[in-house]
Nanobody, 126 residues
């Protein structure tokens, strides 16, 4: 089993920055891949989309529209993954979920072999 605890969300003005953190505990094999998903306001749980993911070796994948503003990093010893979000826009508002799995994370929500945190709210005001 894996437990994921996120922190760092909040309210920020357009153009501001936030850094999210997610600490994993439990099976290290099941945290080979870690990442962040966003659920936009009004969406259902199964409509979460991948923001960025990172392997234990540091290989990253980003959603095309977010690359260049969002940066994912990881402390593989402590199993902590970070999401640095810069130049935030109102459309970045949503609940950001940390996810982990033994294998590559998909572009959309999955409950198969993926562990999820409780989510942290990010609100960008205009």
């Amino acid at each position: 089993q894996v437990q994921l605890v996120e922190s760092g969300g909040g309210l920020v003005q357009t153009g501001g920055s936030l850094r999210l953190s997610c600490t994993a505990s439990g099976s290290r094999f099941r945290t080979n891949h870690m990442g962040w998903y966003r659920q936009n306001p009004g969406q259902q749980n199964d409509q979460r989309d991948l923001v960025a993911s990172i392997t234990r070796e540091g290989h990253t994948i980003y959603a095309d529209a977010l690359e260049g503003r969002f940066f994912v990093s990881r402390d593989s010893v402590k199993d902590v993954v970070y999401l640095q979000m810069n130049s935030l826009k109102p459309e970045d508002t949503g609940v950001y979920y940390c996810a982990a799995g033994a294998y590559a994370l998909g572009s959309h929500y999955s409950s198969s072999g993926v562990y999820w945190g409780q989510g942290t709210q990010v609100t960008v005001s205009s």
